[in-house]
């Protein structure tokens, strides 16, 4: 992760001290006390040259990552933002023509900025130690007049985006909570709709036993997200399609129907219901696109209810929608950002489907702000399970 934008992250760091050091250390304090501040900065450039040289997208031990992340939100990003406030301060007051307001006590910038450290420090710190350990069970209801009779009032559980690597001994009992409470929903069926693992399929070792204790009247059904597919490891092809073969083969030990651009029918009498399961299909770019809406829906009639699972919501306007025989759209994969202020993402910012609920005349999408997360952190979206009840709608309705 740091070896992909390494000099960002130094600039990040020494830029803040820098500025501090020629608009105030170097005015009040000796050589000797203004290198005793810059020590946190040193010691943050020298723990970022050693992580430039990591080959994998993060460590095979991820608390080497996640120590770091927390040591910059709690050093370089407040000194950083304490930076920009006392800079705008500094710009208005020349603006305003104000020369006193040069000194520290008249910038009012550094008063905000200031007042910014410590909030900093409690969203870090909840986010790290409290936010990322609380799972919610969010309740919906779908109605559609294409839902046949049989299947009025049937329960599906969405979970997604585990990212089990990231439980470790500290916060294991956050995966299992999690199970748990899926399970005590008595779901007719279970979805999840990828990223499994962080970076490998040896993520998913030690969490075995408590997926595979998932239970569903009409069985677990998956797909493979961005982080499932072996491209967040160094190595050649051959080892990145085995990890992926691997992932797939865990996912099958484990009972879980997994679902490759195929679909499944799902009977309650003389009347069914598809799933359906698309490979994931991102920009093409940064993350994998090999969705196949016309080979996942084959030989599925327009009148048929039909259930998608696709990772990324983004194709859901790319693909799904222009096929029309999706009537309800499940994904995953943006985590809701992991952060939220009064359950506002500021990702929604870009217009693009970030959470919860998305309709284009007939078809809906639903995005889940998932369970985990690659790093270990949530302020203000707590990771969720989602309980979707389906309902025959009337056609008078």
């Not at 010691?43 to 608390?63: C, H, R, S, W």
């Not at 990324?312 to 999706?326: F, L, T």
Request: proline residues 5%; contains cysteine; charged residues 20%.
């Amino acid at each position: 992760m740091i070896a992909r934008a390494p000099y960002l992250f130094l600039l990040l760091i020494i830029l803040p001290d820098l500025y501090l050091d020629l608009h105030y250390w170097r005015h009040k304090y000796s050589v000797g006390q203004r290198f005793i501040r810059w020590l946190p900065t040193i010691g943050m450039v020298a723990y970022t040259i050693y992580l430039m040289y990591e080959k994998n997208f993060i460590p095979d031990n991820p608390n080497i990552l996640y120590i770091y992340l927390l040591l910059l939100g709690l050093i370089a990003i407040p000194k950083l933002v304490f930076m920009l406030c006392s800079v705008t301060g500094l710009t208005f007051s020349k603006l305003l023509h104000k020369k006193s307001a040069k000194h520290p006590a008249n910038n009012y910038g550094n008063l905000i900025g200031l007042i910014c450290v410590p909030v900093i420090w409690y969203v870090v710190l909840y986010g790290s130690f409290i936010g990322f350990n609380k799972v919610e069970v969010n309740r919906q209801t779908f109605a559609s007049p294409d839902l046949p009779k049989a299947f009025d009032g049937y329960k599906v559980v969405l979970f997604s985006d585990a990212h089990v690597g990231s439980y470790t001994a500290r916060n294991e009992h956050v995966l299992k909570k999690a199970i748990y409470n899926i399970n005590a929903q008595h779901p007719d069926m279970i979805v999840y709709t990828g990223d499994i693992q962080n970076t490998q399929p040896q993520d998913i070792y030690r969490h075995m036993d408590v997926l595979s204790s998932l239970k569903a009247k009409d069985g677990i059904y998956t797909i493979l997200g961005n982080h499932d597919y072996g491209d967040y490891i160094c190595g050649n092809t051959a080892r990145k399609v085995a990890n992926m073969r691997e992932t797939m083969s865990l996912e099958k030990q484990m009972g879980w129907t997994l679902l490759m651009n195929e679909h499944r029918y799902i009977d309650r009498g003389k009347s069914h219901i598809i799933i359906a399961g698309m490979e994931n299909d991102g920009d093409g770019i940064r993350f994998p696109q090999k969705g196949d809406i016309k080979k996942t829906l084959k030989g599925v009639d327009d009148d048929d209810f039909v259930l998608m699972l696709e990772h990324d919501p983004s194709s859901w306007r790319r693909k799904i929608i222009p096929d029309g025989r999706a009537q309800l759209t499940l994904s995953g994969h943006t985590h809701k950002m992991q952060f939220a202020l009064f359950d506002w993402c500021p990702m929604s910012l870009t217009g693009k489907e970030v959470n919860g609920w998305y309709t284009e005349d007939e078809q809906s999408l639903f995005v889940t702000a998932g369970l985990g997360g690659l790093i270990p952190f949530r302020f203000g979206a707590p990771g969720e399970i989602v309980v979707i009840t389906l309902k025959t709608q009337s056609t008078k309705d």
